[in-house]
Structures are given as C-alpha cells and as structure tokens.
C-alpha cells in the first residue's frame, strides 16, 4: 500500500531527513521519501506488518507527528501552528526591543548611566547591574515561551543521538544567554578584577530567536504558495450533495453518499462524486446539461451531457440540471485520483535530492565543529582577554550556519513545477521524470490515438474510409506545431505506426515527422526504444495503447494519454489530460526551468553557507580587517537565505 501522510513539526532539511531515515528503518516499510516543502511522508508500506499507528508511534518519539485519524485535519492543524508562530514571532518581537532598549541605556531606570561600547550592541563593565538583571529576565521570558519549540526540539533530537536546525538554534542561545548571566553576577569578580573587560549578549540570545521566528513566518508564507496547485484542486471537492432520496431532497454531507445514490446537480454547482448521467435538461436542450470539465481534461468548451453519460467529480454544469448515479466515490473518484498523484509526485525526491539529503545528515555535526575551532582559536591567540570575543564568534557559527535554504532548494522548485505542470493539464508522477525529461533528445510517438484521432464514423468493412485518409482520423490540435518546436529543442521525433506505408507516410509529413515506420508491433517500438538508446540518446515514449506499453516501460521518460488505456497511464511517469500536443513543449520547457531554478538556488545555498561562515568566524581579523558578522545579524541573514529560496521558486509559477 502506498499512501501520502501529512508530517508535524519539521523545521529543516535535517527535520525531514530524520524522520525519513526512522521510517525506512522500520520493518514493513518497502520505502519512504518525506519532503519538507510539502510537510508530508510518501510511504510505500506492507499494512500485515505495519500499521499507521505503529509509524506515528515511532515518528512520535522521535519528536514529530504524523497525522492519520480521520478527524485530523493536517491543515487545520498547520493553520493553528502558524496562528501561534505570528502570536510568538510579535511577542519575541516586543521582548527585542525592550532589551535592546535596557542594553542600549535607552531606557532611563534612575540608577546609574549605561554606555554603549565596542562590539554591537554589547555592554562594558560600567553598566548598570539593574538594566542586566532586567535583560536576564525578559530573555528569560523570551526563551521560556517564544523560544521553547527550540529547545524541546533539541532535547529529543539529543535522546535519539540526532541534531538539527532548532539544535544549533537551542545551543547558540543558551550559550549566549548562560555566558550573560553568569557575566551579569559574577563579571566584575572575576573579569573586572582581572583587568579584562566583560560585556553579556542578552540581545543576542533574544534577536536570534526573533530572527528565526521571522524567517520561519516568511518561509511557512510563502511555502503555501508552492502547495497552491494542491489547493485549487481540493477546492474542485465539494463539502456536501443533494441526495435524491423517495422523490425528496436532501443536503447531505459527500462522506454520506454511497455507490448507487442517485445526486441532483445544479448549474453552478460542483459535481461531488463521479457517475453516469439519469436525467440532464437545460434551456438549449431538453434532453442534455452542458458541463464544463475544463479542470480536468482541459477541454475549453462545455460538454453536452445526456443520460448514459459518464460525469466526473469537480467539474460544474455551466447550463441546466442533471441527475445522476453515482459510481465511484470518495478516493476513487477521478478528481482524487489526480490529486493523489500530484501530492505523490510531489513528495517524491530527484535524485539531486539525495545527495543534498546526506549532506544534510551530517551538516548540523560539522557545523557544530567548525564552531568549536572557532571558539578554541580565538581563545588560544587572544587568551582569556579574548574569551568573550571567541565566544560570540563560536554562537555567530552556529547561528548562521543553516542547513535550511540547502534543504529547500530541490523541493521547493519540484512542488511548483509538478503543480505548474498539473495546471497545464500535464500530470507527472514523480519527481526524477521532471528532472529527467529535460535531458531528452528523441521522442517515439504512436500514431493512432496519440499523434491523430481516429473518426469512429467510418465504416471500415468498405475499401474506401481506408482510401480517404482524412476522413479516418484527424491530427490532433497543434500537432505539427508541436512537433517543429521539438525540433527547434534539439529533439529528433520517430513516429511508429501500426499503420500501412501510405497512411504512415501522408500522417508523418502532415505533422512535420521526417522519421517514421509502417507496419510497426510493439515489439518493434521497444526494439526502436532501444536502438535509440544504445546510440547514446535520451528517449521519451508517447502512447495510448497496451501496444505501447513494453517501449513504455523501457524508455527513460514514458509519457501517456489521458484518453488512452488505464495499461498505459499506469506504466507512463506522465500523462497528458488534454489532446492538444502543445503539452509535450510545455512539459520539456518547464522541466529545463525547474532544474535550472534548483541549481540556481543550490548554488546561492551553498555560497551563502561558503561566505557567511568565514565571516561570522571573523576570520577577516587575521587580514587586519575589524569586521565581523555578530550574533544578531547572522540570525538575520540565514532567515534570509532561507525566505530567497522559496521566494525564487515561487518564480517559476508565473514561468
């Protein structure tokens, strides 16, 4: 069984790659890819030896929550956690100022004078012990409620020998925070009387988590826009039915209806399950409704609908009324079947993805090194006149060095491109067929049912519907137009057809095909698949049939059609909805932009991570150059390398 479960309380790339490394070692587990872009796990699971509930058991130790009760909603449940975030994000915002404020002396208390020197917002011995005690008490505050995720999150991750992003967030401000309250107490006994000037870093300790807090309501933002393809199609589901029930009706919630019911629809209204039509009318006819199914067959026109025909759940009746039985419900509605898939493929990782999983793995550790160095150099060349410089640079490493914006560069992209694709009527399963379909340079295509549309009309037991070729089938929309922009791509296109020479021939030249064969089995397609293939190519194969099914399975990028066998859509990585052929461009365009946009934010995460380290180490000072990131900032900058990745994604919805 294979099923997308909604995941609560991953913060960061290593957030996922724990919880997806505790799923796959358990037993009954055939596989598990967790994305955190989209907050949910894919598993792929034996249900005789493991259920839902041993999983979240286990998920749950571990410090995370998976959500399988069905009166759970993981949306609800994120739109009240991010509710909370705001609450806490102003709040921590509020306690930042008035400690700034306490540490700055901007705030007169009427005991001694504050001054401001040297090292941000750091304080010197002089200073009021009054204003310390009150920043020790609003840091206090601030970490004991606004806080307080970071720490309960590092405290679990620790019980399972484990780290992650709220790790090395829980640790810089404790440092900073501890570091300052013995300073504030035990300061002037044991560095002033020494002649070594002391300051504490409350500030710190409180604007990192302001900071983080900011960054994580940006990136919760703006990761709802990458989920928006999802939603619009879960908005297709309606709530409730009118239930035709003893010549009565009856609004009854979806969950009710059953197979067999019999559900009136109105103009206007969204089709709640699919079914076969009972009565149709409208004003242009008595005998049929007009739906519009452009949601999910891209069909730009009303469909006339009489009784005997099948309907499917989303789409709305633009003209008249109808009635109908309903036949499939729930999840094995069309509507749902399509949302599961899209939810699928984008939960699925490019192979990109793995490698940036394990960097992942042991990102936190190393950082947690580098920042050790850090804090042992600076006290080793300085001694103990430096301790409060090493210090703050150990706390600036651990800060800004975030794993974060490595994490959501790959599954940030991937969510909107899948989505995108999903809005273009083109439906991928998963995300190594995005990658790979850029890297295509030669495409088989069938030819009846895929490249053209057969006229069921013709009566094929006379010799001529055989002669008149165009009277047999027609090319589909923007054929041609498709095939010469492939072309322009650099990809080569063969068509095979089952066909006879003429007919092979006059179809092929009438799509702009310079390569094609007659008479073709499908043996012969998967032996063309595979001569390509050993002459170094990348191949995509299109087809419809169970004729097309072995070059199919065979080929690097499989691609069916929508209105083909339920064979061939279940073999294919893709599958168009729509007959227009513009899709298979579209497809190979968008897959060039959302892998260029993941390197493009793989290379800014990883410049960033190259830059700021450096910096917040202050290795700069060995060149005689007084600068250095601080604490506070380098909260600040890696919120924002995160919130940039998401933000550059999101470009490629308007692509």
Not at 151 to 179: C, E, G, P
Not at 394 to 413: E, K, Y
Not at 466 to 472: K, M
Not at 490 to 499: K, P, Q, R, T
Request: aromatic residues 6%; charged residues 20%; contains cysteine.
């Amino acid at each position: 069984m294979k099923k997308t479960i909604p995941v609560i309380g991953m913060a960061c790339s290593v957030c996922a790659a724990n919880v997806e490394r505790k799923l796959n070692s358990l037993e009954g587990i055939t596989s598990a890819t967790v994305s955190l872009a989209g907050r949910t796990a894919l598993v792929d699971y034996d249900p005789e030896k493991i259920t839902l509930e041993d999983m979240k058991r286990e998920i749950s130790n571990a410090g995370y929550d998976l959500v399988i009760e069905a009166d759970r909603s993981a949306e609800e449940i994120n739109r009240r956690e991010f509710t909370l975030l705001k609450r806490k994000t102003l709040l921590s915002w509020f306690f930042a100022i008035l400690v700034m404020a306490f540490s700055m002396g901007w705030v007169s208390t009427g005991m001694e004078n504050t001054a401001s020197m040297g090292y941000g917002m750091m304080r010197d011995s002089h200073a009021s012990a009054f204003n310390n005690q009150i920043s020790l008490i609003l840091a206090l505050l601030n970490m004991l409620y606004c806080g307080r995720m970071f720490y309960v999150s590092a405290w679990k991750q620790l019980k399972h020998r484990t780290a992650n992003m709220d790790s090395l967030v829980a640790l810089s401000t404790l440092i900073a925070f501890l570091f300052s309250a013995f300073n504030t107490f035990f300061g002037e006994i044991v560095w002033g009387a020494r002649g070594i000037e002391w300051h504490v870093y409350f500030d710190a300790s409180v604007m990192i988590i302001t900071f983080v807090l900011t960054g994580r309501c940006l990136e919760e933002k703006a990761k709802d826009g990458t989920a928006a393809s999802i939603k619009q199609l879960m908005g297709l589901q309606p709530k409730t039915a009118r239930l035709v029930a003893d010549g009565q009706l009856e609004e009854v919630p979806i969950s009710t209806i059953q197979r067999g019911d019999v559900i009136e629809v109105r103009a206007g209204e969204k089709i709640p399950v699919d079914g076969v039509v009972t009565q149709a009318e409208s004003f242009m006819t008595a005998d049929a409704a007009y739906v519009d199914e452009a949601m999910i067959t891209g069909e730009p026109t009303p469909v006339a609908k009489r009784v005997g025909y099948e309907v499917l759940s989303g789409t709305i009746p633009s003209q008249g009324k109808l009635r109908m039985r309903a036949r499939q419900i729930g999840e094995n509605t069309t509507l749902a079947h399509i949302i599961r898939m899209v939810q699928e493929a984008q939960g699925s990782k490019a192979p990109v993805q793995r490698i940036v999983d394990k960097a992942a793995l042991v990102f936190v550790p190393v950082v947690a090194g580098i920042a050790l160095i850090t804090f042992l150099a600076w006290w080793i060349i300085g001694g103990n006149a430096c301790l409060p410089q090493a210090i703050m640079s150990g706390v600036a490493v651990l800060v800004i060095a975030c794993p974060c914006a490595m994490g959501l560069a790959t599954p940030t992209a991937l969510m909107v491109g899948i989505g995108k694709a999903a809005q273009k009527q083109i439906l991928i399963k998963d995300a190594a067929a995005l990658e790979n379909i850029r890297k295509v340079d030669a495409l088989v295509i069938d030819k009846t049912g895929t490249l053209t549309i057969p006229n069921q009309n013709v009566d094929f037991t006379k010799g001529d519907g055989l002669d008149d070729l165009e009277s047999r089938e027609t090319l589909k929309p923007h054929a041609s137009e498709a095939m010469k922009l492939l072309e322009k791509e650099g990809i080569e296109v063969y068509m095979m057809s089952g066909d006879r020479e003429e007919a092979a021939r006059y179809w092929a030249n009438k799509a702009g095909i310079k390569h094609y064969q007659s008479k073709v089995k499908s043996d012969d397609k998967q032996a063309m698949v595979k001569k390509l293939q050993a002459e170094g190519k990348h191949v995509m194969m299109i087809g419809d049939g169970i004729n097309d099914t072995q070059a199919l399975a065979l080929a690097d990028v499989s691609m069916a059609i929508g209105k083909g066998t339920d064979v061939a859509m279940d073999v294919a990585q893709v599958t168009l909805m729509d007959d227009d052929l513009m899709a298979i461009p579209d497809a190979v365009k968008l897959s060039r932009k959302t892998v260029g946009m993941i390197w493009q934010n793989l290379f800014w995460a990883f410049i960033y991570n190259l830059i700021c380290i450096p910096l917040a180490a202050g290795v700069l000072h060995l060149f005689g150059i007084d600068f250095q990131i601080t604490p506070m900032w380098a909260s600040a900058l890696m919120a924002c390398s995160s919130v940039s990745v998401v933000l550059n994604s999101l470009r490629l919805r308007f692509a």
